[in-house]
């Protein structure tokens, strides 16, 4: 299982954020992000939004550490990349 996390670069709510992706299904992701104690209102769309102040936290869980660009080109040729309007968990 390899899960993927971009660097906290994404402005909202007063804060910066990462995202939290797989490769292979959202299974993996969910899976992963409970065993992280990730909470499920976290997911949107195709991601798990994770708080700056938890992405050490979420990389010695396991998450592989890639560029933003990278987690859309994964999302992307695994077929996972949901729009705005499509369905969440």
């Given at each position: 299982?390899?899960?993927y996390?971009?660097?906290?670069n994404?402005p909202?709510?007063?804060?910066?954020?990462?995202?939290?992706?797989?490769?292979?299904?959202?299974?993996?992701?969910?899976?992963?992000a409970?065993?992280?104690?990730?909470?499920?209102?976290?997911?949107?769309r195709?991601?798990?939004?994770?708080?700056?102040?938890?992405y050490?936290?979420v990389?010695?869980?396991?998450?592989v550490?890639?560029?933003?660009?990278?987690?859309v080109?994964?999302?992307?040729?695994a077929?996972?990349?949901?729009?705005k309007?499509?369905?969440?968990?």
């Amino acid at each position: 299982m390899t899960i993927y996390i971009d660097p906290p670069n994404w402005p909202g709510h007063g804060r910066m954020w990462s995202h939290l992706v797989s490769d292979v299904s959202y299974d993996e992701l969910h899976a992963f992000a409970e065993k992280a104690g990730v909470p499920s209102r976290a997911f949107e769309r195709d991601h798990y939004d994770i708080p700056s102040h938890r992405y050490a936290e979420v990389v010695a869980a396991g998450a592989v550490e890639v560029s933003s660009r990278e987690v859309v080109r994964l999302l992307h040729g695994a077929g996972l990349r949901r729009r705005k309007g499509g369905l969440s968990r």
